[in-house]
Structure formats: C-alpha cells, structure tokens
C-alpha cells in the first residue's frame, strides 16, 4: 500500500475510485473521460484523523456493492482515493537524506511525531523524496501518515465487493497532476469545510496544508490563503505566480478577483483534459491525467 501514487511501471488498476462525504466518484482507467458519481446518504463517512470516518458501514458496503459490473472478476486491482483530512500530509526539508529506508523512516517518524494528532505505532507512514529543483542542494521529503484503522475501513467495503485497493492516495495529492507545474503555484481545493492548500515551486512539492474551517467564508480561506503567500515568499524567497481552485463554486467566481488582487496572483479554476473537476471528484481527475500523461 502507498499514500502516494509513484506508478512505477506497473500497468494501471481496471478501476479508480474517489471516496467523500459527499458520495462516490469513480471510473475505468481505460475510460477516464466517463465518470461517474453515486451520493451517499448523509452521515455515512464523517472525515477526520482522530476517528473511524466510516460511520455507517453497512450503507457504504451496500453503495459500494452497487458499482460493481455485470459480472466482476474477483481482487480486480483498484486505485483508491480517499479525503484529505483523514490523513496527515507535510513537507520536510532535509540537508540531505540517508541512503537506506530504515534510517529515512526513523527520520521521518523523528520529524513528525510532534505534528500529527494520533499515535504513529498505528499508522501508516509513507514518504517520497523528491528530486531537487534546479538549482537547489535540499532535499524535500513529501510524507502522508493515517491512522491504519481508518485506511482499513474504507478499504473494507471494496475487498468485500471483489476489489483489491493496491494504490492509495489522497485527493488533492493526487489532483497535482493537473497542470500545476512552472513557477511557484498554490493550488487550493475547498471540500466541504475543509480546505487544502499546496504550494509548487518547478513542479515540487514545496508545502502541503489542511485546514477545517468553521463556515467556510471568503473572510476564512483568505485568513488561510495569505499567511500561507507570506510563507512561501519567506521560505521560497520567490512569490507565487498563480493560484488554482478547485470546489469553491460560486465563492470562488465571486472572490476570484478579490482574492487576485490581495494576493498579488493570478487566480483561475483547475482545469483537466477531462473535464473541470469538483471537490468530490478532482483527486480521481487527478489521477486519470497521470495515467494520460
């Protein structure tokens, strides 16, 4: 199981599913531009790091169930996108990194031990050092942890129906994959209420954050959106050039402008080749244009 999709060779699952509060998108790798989306009955998954987020087993098994073809094969290989708030995604920056994955895990789990709000003895922990921007001697390690427990329930209800999740990942990680590379982009995704900012400079990963919003208001994201600008700027030394957003709907029409000229950046929706995605669907798009890459 990987948090983070490397691909590395291997043909793509038949199929690739993206779980929310919301409902279920999903699709054929063969056919990325036909998805489609089942909602789920209020209440059935409640997002968070600290507990079970399935809160209606029964009912996801019985949605689940419900996508299957005509006639399945059995452990069909799936990819599995999962919401951004149930796990824990950060940045960190090293001199340089060891050479052997024992020493790079007990680094990591060092770093974040302190920054995660659940104990890491059950969790998954997975991380990808990236290779560094021109320029630049640092090492920037891309790390996801979740709690094994919350993994393991959403993972349950597609074995049971006959699917074997070989690739995990979270949404707005996999949503990169939809034209954010060159200068220094931010790309913010809205889901409900929780907001996701990540910030590339060259195509890395520089910063990743999840925040839970009380209302979600323009006076909210833009609390998040500048703090996180002058943090970049400081730790960059370059401003970012473009802001993408993803799921903010009819806000992000009204405050696009807005948030532009405060920001100083240039502001539009994320786009695919594959249509334009939502909240519910963007990390699933997201990963289809890495398979069309």
Request: negative net charge; hydrophobic residues 45%; contains cysteine.
């Amino acid at each position: 199981m990987s948090l983070l999709n490397t691909l590395l060779g291997d043909p793509p699952p038949a199929w690739a599913f993206e779980v929310s509060e919301a409902g279920i998108a999903w699709g054929r790798t063969a056919a990325p531009q036909d998805l489609q989306f089942r909602a789920l009955p209020k209440g059935t998954i409640t997002v968070s790091p600290l507990h079970d987020n399935v809160q209606a087993p029964d009912v996801l098994a019985r949605e689940v169930a419900a996508l299957l073809p005509p006639e399945p094969k059995k452990n069909h290989r799936v990819a599995l996108i999962l919401p951004d708030y149930c796990a824990r995604t950060a940045v960190l920056d090293f001199d340089s990194f060891p050479a052997h994955r024992d020493e790079q895990l007990a680094l990591v789990k060092f770093r974040m031990k302190k920054a995660v709000p659940f104990d890491l003895g059950g969790a998954i922990v997975s991380y990808h050092a990236q290779p560094p921007a021109s320029g630049e001697k640092r090492v920037d390690v891309v790390v996801a942890l979740i709690p094994m427990e919350i993994v393991s329930r959403y993972e349950a209800p597609f074995r049971d129906a006959g699917f074997q999740p070989g690739e995990v990942i979270t949404s707005t990680l996999a949503a990169l994959n939809m034209g954010t590379a060159g200068g220094v982009t931010m790309l913010a995704k809205l889901a409900g209420a929780t907001l996701s900012v990540l910030a590339l400079k060259g195509g890395v990963l520089k910063l990743a954050r999840c925040v839970e919003l009380e209302q979600a208001s323009a006076e909210e994201i833009l609390g998040v959106l500048h703090p996180t600008v002058a943090f970049i700027e400081d730790e960059l030394k370059a401003a970012p050039n473009r802001l993408l957003l993803c799921g903010f709907g009819r806000l992000g029409d009204d405050e696009a402008q807005a948030w532009a000229s405060e920001l100083c950046v240039e502001v539009e929706a994320l786009r695919s080749r594959f249509g334009i995605p939502s909240p519910n669907n963007a990390g699933l798009m997201g990963y289809m244009e890495s398979l069309a890459a």
